[in-house]
Structures are given as C-alpha cells and as structure tokens.
C-alpha cells in the first residue's frame, strides 16, 4: 500500500500540489498499523507540538479562518508527507522511487526550458512551464523552483563528486544533470536562491576538497555553467534588467522585503512570547502603517520564513520551529555519518539551501517545497536494515 501511495507522490508532486495531499492524507488514516515504527521519532513528535501549539493560537486570532487555513496547510505540506515517506522501510523500493521523482522532475525541467524559449508549450495540465523570455517554472511558483533546483542539483552533484563505483556513462549523465539544474537555477531569476545556490555550492566543494583533496569536477562543471549562464545573461534584456537593477533603495521587490522585515520585527516585539498567531502578521495593519509600509491586500507572508515564525508564533513556537530543524540536520547528518548515507548527505545540502533562501520568502511554509522536502527526508530516515544508494 505505502509502496503504491509513494509512487503516486513522487509522479503526481511534480504536476499538482492537490496530488500531494490527496495521497499523504489517504496514508495518514493507516499510520495505526505501523504506529510502533512511528511513535518515538523526535522528529514527528516536534512537528506535531508546533502543530498543536499553532492550532491553539489559531483559536484565539482575530482572522480565525486564515489561522486554520494556515496551521492545515503546515500539517498537510509537513507531517503528513513526512510519515508518508518514513513508513516506507523497503530501502530498495525506496532507491527506485526516489530515482522516478527525480527523472519525472528533471523531464518537466527540460519541457520548461523548452517553453522560455518558445519551443514548447507555456503551460501543462494548467500548470505554467514557464514565461518566455523571463523564467521558467516548471509547475511551480519561480521562486519556489528555485528551492528544488538547488534540490536536484545537490543530490546530482553529491552523487558525481562522492560515489564511488560511478561507471563512465553514469560520471557524464551526472555532470550533465548538475549543469541542467545549475542553469535551471539561474532561469528561475530568484536572487534569493542565486544567494542560497552559491552558498551551498561553495559548501559542497568545500567539503569535497576536505574529504578528496581534489578540486577538478567541481572546477570544470562550475566554469561550463558559468560559460552558458553568461551567455544567457547577455542574450536576456529581462534577466539584466532584473540583476542590474537590483537596489535596497528603489526596487520594489526588495524594499517590500526589508519593510516586511521590519514590521515583522516589530510585531514580535509587541507580542513576544506567544506571537500574534498563524497569518496573523500581515494582519497588522497598525505596524505597516507605522513604517509607511503600503501592502498588498492579499499579502499572505512577510517574506521571511524566519521572521514569520517569530512575529507569529512568538518565542515558544520559534523555539519549537528551530528544534524541529536542528533534528531534521541532526538525523540526515547522523544518517550519512553512522550509515553512509550519501542520500542523507544530499538531502543535507539541500536543506542548507531551502533554510538561506527562506531568509528572503517563506517556501517552507507550503504546499510544494516543504512537501517534496519533507518527503524526501521522510524516505531517507525510515529506517531498515539495508542500505539505500542511487544506482
């Protein structure tokens, strides 16, 4: 059943969203049958009480029903695909569906590349693919495509630099792969991911110096991106534009983060310890006006995961936000260590990223993202007696 469910996921999330919950959901109604597999793992039992602490704020907000939507949409797009993930112990099936996600993934990624050029369709299953000539998509939100193109690039790179008993087709497949997503990553025109992007990349090849003392794949797969990218770069009046004319000062897009930041600052310290509750914090109209912050209406975040948190759920629910992290690092590092995991070293990278990146937006606040992240790490903690690799 759980090995059906997965499959489904790792095909469906790439197109919708709604698949994602759909079949995450329908899994969590059998949890009762693998419960003893499930009951002691820190991490559920973290995710639960920010959960059931959010929930309780949520009954004494003043916008009760943005509070629920909000505090669902955490328990749909982070512990239920965790569990989904985690209740599947076969680590060969495991290998297999996790390597479909990523083919189903890197073939919409290609189409979307496809579509900016105007080589193919702007949209698919009602889905933008991309926006010719600005970014690409790929079924999700640019920015958003961001987060899992540094995903895909982590698992791809890792894989190349630390797999052993790589074949010379498999080195070649990988080198290509990492230069898609490394491209893919710079036709999102995400400038938050281009920061989260470099920042990771400069750790993986950092700790592969450490690990290896060489330096020559990383050297040439960085400088054949570099050589595309640019020549991307000069043929894209949108893409200099958008990078030229970056400015704390007088680009929107900017400055409405900094003021978000700001205001989000200010409602937690006016609501230090328990926050001001779920969505609540675009609610304040009285701080935004403080600052001369003209928002938008259907403002749903203060760009910042971290700050949303804080402004939000107060002192108590960062706390509990920030320990829910530190032990989803904990088990992928622990994982790679005790076990060799080079899927808990790849997934630790890409979580790297998601965190720097939702320094400037709030990706892992849901649907897509933190459900293909949670996910993922869900399927490479559940624990087994054998080992996974990609093959």
Not at 102 to 129: D, H, K, N, Q
Not at 197 to 204: A, K, N, V
Request: proline residues 2%; aromatic residues 18%.
């Amino acid at each position: 059943m759980f090995e059906i469910l997965n499959y489904i996921f790792s095909v469906g999330i790439v197109f919708s969203h709604v698949i994602g919950y759909i079949v995450s959901i329908f899994a969590f109604f059998f949890i009762y049958k693998n419960w003893s597999n499930i009951k002691n793992n820190k991490i559920i039992v973290f995710v639960s009480a920010f959960l059931l602490y959010g929930f309780i704020l949520a009954c004494f907000c003043n916008y009760t029903k943005d509070a629920f939507e909000e505090m669902f949409t955490y328990l749909t797009s982070w512990l239920f695909p965790f569990i989904l993930g985690y209740l599947l112990t076969d680590n060969y099936k495991k290998g297999k569906i996790i390597k479909v996600y990523f083919i189903t993934f890197t073939i919409v990624i290609a189409f979307s590349i496809l579509s900016y050029f105007g080589l193919f369709f702007e949209r698919v299953l009602g889905e933008p693919l991309a926006l010719k000539g600005e970014h690409i998509n790929a079924c999700l939100w640019h920015i958003s495509l961001g987060a899992m193109c540094v995903l895909l690039s982590s698992f791809s790179l890792n894989t190349l630099l630390f797999k052993k008993d790589l074949l010379p087709k498999q080195k070649v497949i990988l080198s290509l792969l990492t230069i898609l997503f490394i491209i893919s990553l710079y036709l999102t025109s995400s400038r938050g991911y281009y920061i989260a992007g470099f920042i990771t990349y400069l750790c993986m090849i950092v700790f592969y110096i450490f690990k290896t003392k060489k330096i020559v794949i990383p050297a040439i797969l960085f400088c054949v991106s570099f050589a595309i990218i640019s020549v991307l770069f000069f043929n894209s009046s949108y893409m200099k534009e958008r990078i030229r004319n970056t400015s704390v000062t007088k680009e929107w897009s900017v400055t409405n983060r900094i003021d978000s930041y700001k205001a989000a600052i200010l409602i937690f310290k006016n609501n230090p310890i328990f926050g001001v509750g779920p969505r609540q914090g675009v609610k304040q109209d009285e701080i935004f006006a403080s600052i001369n912050f003209d928002k938008k209406e259907n403002s749903r975040h203060l760009h910042s995961m971290w700050l949303s948190i804080l402004a939000e759920f107060g002192t108590i629910g960062f706390v509990l936000f920030f320990a829910m992290i530190f032990l989803v690092m904990k088990n992928l590092y622990y994982e790679y260590k005790y076990n060799n995991s080079l899927l808990a070293l790849c997934m630790l990278f890409a979580w790297m990223s998601l965190l720097i990146g939702d320094c400037f937006d709030t990706v892992l606040r849901g649907p897509r993202v933190a459900m293909d992240y949670f996910w993922l790490t869900g399927l490479i903690l559940a624990k087994s007696s054998n080992k996974t690799e990609i093959k």
